[in-house]
């Protein structure tokens, strides 16, 4: 018997460093690695220990005779992905990190953010070298896009929060939550306490589509949508018009599809999640009973995983729907599909939109619709969103790959309801250089400038899952910790506590450890007695309320 790597795998790697006999592909160090959608076992190699089950931190992991219905395809995914890689023993030698001598003193960090790349980062630090980590959030709440955007009903990945918890329970990482940095301290204010900063912020924006319409009420981003229902207080009195019968997404990537969930979902279902209140309350009364996906290019280069497009067809009561005449391929994809050594997870996603194409439609059922080859070109209305007008495309090879080309033939669809899902952006961090066309910050391995850094989204733009952040906070501590040998880095010129003083006199409502530890305890419970993992807190002076017990 072997284990499985199923849907919620978080690609964090920590499963590869415990596997006795090496089985678990691609590793970090394999270029597959950057793009892979998932980790896979080798059914042939594997020898049934479950110590990569023991240290998987969102629970993605199973012995192949307890997988679900929903979860059985994984055992042949796993083993697939071994037929067009299959395993080789890597004898090459782990590298040699580098690592201050005591002489150096206590290493001084400031972390700004305290999202998946930033936890990565502290623990990365911890492990490396005597440190003090002080980390910022200008939220009450620390996790980021874990508990802000990750969706309600994916519960499992969200436990990769409990590592982070419990790999910072001693003092060496503090957490200074409700802080803004450009507000209430500044970039130069924390180099002189700290002898590095590493900035992790994300990318906070949406991109925008620029047609015409884009603005009217009705028309949202999905930033909005998945904020307020995932109860970020700055969006929880946000107003979406659930009254229609149709929804339309642009774009068909993870979080389009989580947004199309949330949309069909058996209110029921969410109840027993940590969905914010008032979202649920809305979706109780919704009358969506279709939300369609519009997508430029065809089903072999939709932005979604094969993974989630795979969950997507296990949702009791709703139908997943894809035309047949969209799955007529062009030439220069069928042949990748024809390659003997196409990659499994392009073919995958083809054979699952194939195999959608062809289900009957159950009467009653809510639908999930998704439409390639379509790119908006306006929303329409008198004063308000009424349509969506598309242009139909076709692929072309050029240069740099396949093109979406349009066709000329239009179409319009009707809806109450849009919302805009093609990717998000970083937005510029005051005394940082900036990229404003690609919304990141220029670095060089995460290094910006000795003594500034960056890791995640901020630095790389918003690709990759959660796990993608694990390697990429490891490249950027390798290039801080290598400064800090080299006597690159500036001495702090004031300690931590007067640190902890300033920030307490410029914002006297400062968050810290205990107070998130509060405030956790009050969501648990609230949750325990609801049947619910916990009940949000989405009000600021709620939050801070619970933060003073």
């Known amino acids: 018997m072997a284990y499985v790597i199923t849907q919620r795998c978080c690609n964090d790697a920590t499963c590869i460093a415990e596997c006795p006999v090496d089985c678990i592909r691609p590793t970090p160090d394999q270029p597959e690695f950057a793009t892979a959608e998932m980790l896979h076992i080798d059914p042939d190699t594997c020898i049934d220990c479950g110590a990569c089950a023991d240290s998987c931190p969102v629970q993605a992991i199973f012995p192949e005779d307890e997988l679900t219905t929903s979860l059985a395809r994984y055992r042949d995914i796993n083993a697939a992905y071994f037929q067009r890689h299959p395993l080789e023993a890597d004898f090459a030698p782990l590298p040699v990190l580098a690592r201050p001598s005591k002489e150096l003193g206590t290493l001084r960090v400031a972390i700004v953010g305290a999202g998946p790349a930033a936890c990565y980062a502290a623990q990365e630090l911890r492990a490396r070298t005597d440190v003090e980590v002080d980390m910022f959030d200008k939220l009450p709440t620390p996790w980021g896009l874990v508990r802000a955007g990750v969706a309600p009903d994916h519960a499992g990945t969200k436990t990769v929060t409990e590592a982070f918890d419990s790999g910072f329970g001693r003092d060496t990482v503090r957490m200074h939550l409700n802080v803004e940095v450009g507000k209430h301290i500044s970039h130069e204010e924390l180099l002189e306490h700290h002898h590095a900063v590493i900035y992790a912020v994300g990318a906070s924006t949406d991109r925008r589509l620029g047609i015409p319409g884009e603005d009217l009420p009705g028309s949202h981003s999905a930033t909005e949508f998945v904020a307020w229902y995932n109860g970020h207080p700055a969006y929880a009195d946000r107003h979406f018009d659930l009254s229609g019968e149709r929804a339309v997404i642009i774009g068909n990537g993870n979080v389009a599809l989580d947004i199309a969930r949330i949309l069909t979902m058996d209110p029921q279902q969410l109840a027993t999640t940590d969905i914010a209140d008032h ?45 047949e005449a969209d799955l007529v391929l062009d030439p ?70 396949l093109r979406a080309e349009p066709t000329g033939v239009s179409e319009s669809l009707p809806t109450g309801l849009v919302l805009r899902s093609i990717g998000y952006r970083g937005e510029p961090i005051d005394g940082l250089p900036f990229d404003h066309a690609r919304g990141v910050v220029p670095h060089d391995g995460g290094r910006v400038t000795p003594g500034v850094y960056v890791t995640g989204w901020i630095k790389r733009g918003p690709r990759g899952v959660i796990g993608t952040n694990k390697t990429d906070s490891k490249e950027t501590v390798d290039q801080l910790i290598s400064d800090f040998i080299a006597g690159a880095l500036n001495s702090p010129r004031q300690d931590r506590e007067a640190l902890a003083e300033l920030v307490a006199q410029r914002q006297p409502e400062v968050v810290d450890r205990a107070g998130w530890a509060a405030i956790d305890t009050v969501e648990r419970a609230a949750g325990k007695a609801a049947g619910r993992p916990r009940v949000k807190l989405t009000d600021t002076e709620e939050l801070l309320r619970a933060a003073k017990g």
């Open 279 to 323: 979202a649920l309350e809305a979706l109780r009364h919704s009358t969506i009973r279709e939300v369609v996906l519009l997508g430029r290019r065809g089903p072999a280069q939709a932005a979604y995983t094969a993974p989630e497009f795979l969950a997507l067809g296990h949702l009791p009561g709703v139908d997943v729907v894809v035309d």
């Open 332 to 401: 220069y994809t069928q042949a990748l599909l024809d390659d003997p050594e196409a990659e499994p997870s392009l073919v995958l996603k083809v054979d699952l939109a194939r195999e959608y194409a062809e289900r009957f439609p159950v009467t009653g059922n809510k639908r999930i619709m998704f439409r390639y080859l379509a790119s908006p070109t306006a929303i329409a209305g008198g004063g308000r969103t009424e349509s969506v007008e598309f242009v139909r495309n076709a692929l072309a090879a050029g240069a740099e790959g």
